[in-house]
Nanobody, 124 residues
Framework: QVQLVESGGGLVQAGGSLRLSCAAS????????VGWFRQAPGKEREFVGA????????YYADSVKGRFTISRDNTENTVYLQMNSLKPEDTAGYYC?????????????????WGQGTQVTVSS
């Protein structure tokens, strides 16, 4: 059974940092494209960043480029989202998603597996 579990969310002041983790069981991340998405109340799900299954292609939304970094630890079978210089508009539930042997994709409906999400709240 595949399971993705996000953690690391919380309350942080504007300008602060958080590192989100997405730990996988039942799949091996090195074979999967992985994306991070976020959704704030009353808003649509928004692409944050993703990398292709090979790890060679990496792409970020303009809204987070230069502030957020995605990385993958194959030993731990975990993907991370390092978030720096956080802004109140980054407040949302953050979700990781995975699709096997896929190229990089920004469309949330292209992903097969999803975590339950972790809440990030940035205060001004």
């Amino acid at each position: 059974q595949v399971q993705l579990v996000e953690s690391g969310g919380g309350l942080v002041q504007a300008g602060g940092s958080l590192r989100l983790s997405c730990a996988a069981s039942g799949l091996t991340f090195s074979n999967y494209a992985v994306g991070w998405f976020r959704q704030a109340p009353g808003k649509e799900r928004e692409f944050v960043g993703a990398f292709s299954w090979s790890g060679r292609n990496l792409y970020y939304a303009d809204s987070v480029k230069g502030r957020f970094t995605i990385s993958r630890d194959n030993t731990e079978n975990t993907v991370y989202l390092q978030m720096n210089s956080l802004k109140p508009e980054d407040t949302a539930g953050y979700y990781c998603a995975a699709k096997i042997y896929a190229q990089l994709t920004v469309r949330w409906d292209n992903y097969r597996y999803w975590g339950q999400g972790t809440q990030v709240t940035v205060s001004s």
